[in-house]
């Protein structure tokens, strides 16, 4: 077969028929993500820079404490407008103080405060036990302006 220019044409649009088809999920899928996104930033009242530096403060922190501790202990963290939340078990007060030294380091972060557990014996960490969940915390201090607990850094 020669090159012939109407065989050409009709298989690219059957291509592009076929990509369309089998692309056609994709766009719901983008327009479900798309309206999500949307909902999460017009139901929270903090501007979207400060939501997306929050996130990037919590994923800093979380690594960071992570190394540290080497798998010793269990520490979420939770970010709200600048000001990070610390919860969960680490194995001694050191730790705990070391903890709060490595978020206090992190750009823009402007209190910390801890609600960290130190353990007595040797046992694996249990999330279970955490105070709160992270979205409760964020709610307590949206509607109070404070976790409620010591902070270490004004």
Do not use: W
């Not at 960071?64 to 970010?79: D, F, M, P």
């Not at 014996?121 to 949206?142: N, V």
């Amino acid at each position: 077969m020669k090159n012939c220019p109407g065989t050409r044409r009709y298989a690219a649009v059957a291509l592009i028929f076929a990509s369309a088809a089998m692309l056609q999920a994709c766009v719901d899928a983008l327009i479900v993500g798309g309206v999500a996104t949307g909902v999460v930033l017009a139901a929270d009242r903090r501007q979207a820079e400060v939501m997306f530096t929050d996130q990037r403060i919590e994923f800093t922190a979380g690594s960071r404490i992570g190394e540290a501790l080497k798998s010793q202990g269990h520490v979420n963290v939770t970010s709200y407008n600048y000001t990070v939340l610390l919860t969960g078990e680490v194995p001694t007060a050191q730790a705990k103080a070391e903890a709060e030294k490595i978020v206090s380091e992190i750009p823009q972060v402007k209190t910390v405060v801890t609600s960290c557990r130190s353990r007595v014996r040797a046992r694996p960490p249990r999330a279970a036990t955490m105070p709160t969940s992270p979205a409760r915390s964020k709610a307590t201090f949206s509607e109070t302006g404070s976790f409620g607990l010591r902070t270490s850094k004004s």
